[in-house]
């Protein structure tokens, strides 16, 4: 059986490592703080392959973070297990811990995804995070696609994401930024985004790191050429994956995106673990139709079939 630590544990849900940015801001709030029975959200879902479907064998969750069952619902991939994360208090506020643990067992095939767009709410005092801890096991073929990230005025966010992939496995990872509520004028408006994404191998070995800080310091603090570059929608795409050669799956993230209304710019990962693209839109039906593009093109590449329809409308 699988050890399972104090998932209420501060160790367990709080940040390993918290950029300064953040930890400036450290404070016991005068609503629930953290650790609170309404603020430590929690996921531990683990997935094993029985016959010719994945399926979900172990399941932890704690609200303000839910699923509901796996779905099956494509049909170039029936057995492949469709999992969408919800947020029961309908975005993230101040002194917010989250985490998430998705073990896919040797041969599975999952895609996880958010219902919605993530709300990322003012904070008066404190900050709020999540962990992501993704495991693709020998044989594994998983995708993680989340909604896109948005932040309000006074927002302050980290997340660190720790992708676990084995030599024979794939996974692909995305994640997309806005610059704020843009509908209401809001860009650049939040306090501090930060994210952490490591990719490893099971005994460890580091493979690749991405770093995001964003710390407005005024009107248009970030809008320039090394992050936004004036856009309003930053999102990256990474394909772990050995497969294919990690230089034909970046040209095939390059070619698919030549004629998108979008900025971008794709490269291998270092040693040669596979390739990544990072997109800037200026709107998000652009940015999500990137990004989408970028996804089915290398499912073509990798596994032979389309991105399928994810049931959001």
């Known amino acids: 059986m699988r050890a399972v630590r104090d998932r209420l544990a501060p160790e367990y849900y709080e940040p390993v490592r918290l950029p300064p940015e953040l930890s400036a801001f450290s404070a016991m709030p005068e609503t629930l703080g953290p650790g609170s029975a309404a603020k430590v959200g929690i996921l531990d879902l683990g997935y094993a392959l029985r016959g ?79 962990r992501v801890h993704l495991t693709a096991d020998d044989g594994a073929y998983v995708e993680y696609l989340p909604d896109p990230l948005i932040p309000f005025a006074g927002a302050r966010f980290h997340q660190s994401v720790v992708l676990s992939v084995d030599e024979k496995a794939t996974v692909v990872y995305g994640e997309t930024v806005t610059a704020g509520r843009i509908a209401r004028g809001e860009r650049h408006e939040y306090a501090v985004l930060s994210n952490d994404l490591e990719i490893r191998r099971p005994d460890g070995t580091l493979l690749a790191v991405d770093t995001l800080r964003l710390r407005p310091e005024g009107p248009g603090g970030v809008t320039g050429p090394g992050v936004f570059a004036g856009y309003d929608h930053v999102a990256s795409l990474f394909v772990v994956s050995g ?6 799956i970046a040209d095939t993230l390059h070619r698919a995106l030549t004629e998108s209304q979008v900025l971008h710019g ?24 990137a990004v989408r593009t970028a996804w089915d093109a290398v499912r073509r590449l990798l596994i032979g079939h389309p991105a399928p329809d994810l049931r959001k409308q």
């Open 243 to 248: 497969q294919r050669p990690a230089d034909e």
């Open 52 to 130: 010719d479907r994945t399926e979900l064998v172990e399941r932890y969750q704690k609200s303000p973070l839910e699923i509901m069952r796996p779905l099956y619902v494509d049909p170039e991939l029936p057995g492949m297990a469709f999992t969408y994360v919800m947020a029961t208090g309908g975005g993230i506020a101040q002194a917010d811990r989250y985490r998430q643990d998705l073990r896919c067992g040797p041969g599975t095939q999952a895609l996880f995804t958010t219902q919605a767009a993530t709300k990322v709410y003012r904070m008066e005092q404190d900050y709020a995070t999540q």
């Open 266 to 289: 794709a490269s291998v990962l270092p040693d040669d673990c596979g390739a990544w693209v990072r997109i800037l839109a200026r709107e998000q039906p652009r940015a999500a139709a």
